[in-house]
């Protein structure tokens, strides 16, 4: 079936400091990555779309500055957290789209990165 | 998007089936109905999918109204390991919205 991993699955930093999360699609080709946050007991929120080899699409709020996202193949996204905060603590997760399907919207989960910074 | 809502919590016994409800009455035309379920700090994991007939695969079935402003997700012989957060999802366009979901809880 279609995998998708992200690394690393956790990373601790310094306040001030940038962190960068790889989300990449194994067995299938995804012109289409999401980057997901999630706080403790709160729901996965939407951060942004990111498109293969254009800019990525960010939702109301989300600071495109701050959350650097790369797309330059069809099978890694990167997230990077720049000056990460105390308050940029998360759960992190991405998912693909694979190309191949048109008729609907099935999307593939990464297993998430736990992101703390001290 | 169509909003959805489901019940904040259910509890079901193992072995039994588990029947998750759905509403969304707002739902156009061109919408799915998605399910999805995350377990305790997992990415999501895809469940079933559908438009307005209903439809089973391996996990589960998916059953909506002829009206389309409602589903229920049933998981037939429930296990330990079902336990988790399920999220119904309406959405016409790429990108998924999620809602607070249902926490399932199976108990032995």
């Known amino acids: 079936g279609a995998v998708v991993s992200q690394h690393p699955s956790r990373v601790i930093c310094k306040s001030g400091t940038s962190v960068k999360i790889e989300c990449r699609s194994l067995d299938f080709q995804a012109t289409t990555m999401f980057w997901y946050r999630q706080f403790p007991k709160q729901s996965l929120m939407l951060m942004a779309t990111?498109?293969?080899?254009?800019?990525?699409?960010?939702e109301q709020g989300v600071e495109k500055d701050k959350f650097l996202i790369n797309h330059a193949s069809l099978t890694l996204s990167t997230l990077t957290v720049t000056s990460a905060h105390p308050e940029d603590s998360s759960f992190y997760i991405c998912s693909a789209r694979d190309s191949d399907w048109k008729s609907y919207n099935e999307q593939f989960f990464g297993p998430g990165t736990r992101l703390t910074v001290l | 998007d169509a909003k959805t809502t489901q019940p904040t919590s259910m509890d079901c016994a193992e072995g039994r089936a588990a029947n998750l409800p759905c509403n969304h009455s707002?739902?156009?035309?061109?919408?799915?109905v998605y399910w999805y379920r995350q377990i305790h700090s997992q990415g999501p994991q895809y469940i079933i999918h559908?438009?307005?007939n209903n439809e089973t695969n391996e996990m589960a079935s998916l059953i909506i109204t002829e009206d389309r402003k409602s589903s229920t997700l049933i998981l037939p012989h429930a296990t330990l390991r079902d336990t988790a957060v399920y999220y119904c999802?309406?959405?016409?366009?790429?990108?998924?919205?999620f809602g607070q979901g249902t926490r399932l809880t199976i108990n032995p």
């Open positions: 999802i309406v959405t016409g366009a790429q990108k998924l919205v």
């Open positions: 990111s498109n293969e080899g254009s800019k990525a699409t960010y």
């Open positions: 559908g438009l307005k």
């Open positions: 707002t739902i156009s035309g061109n919408e799915y």
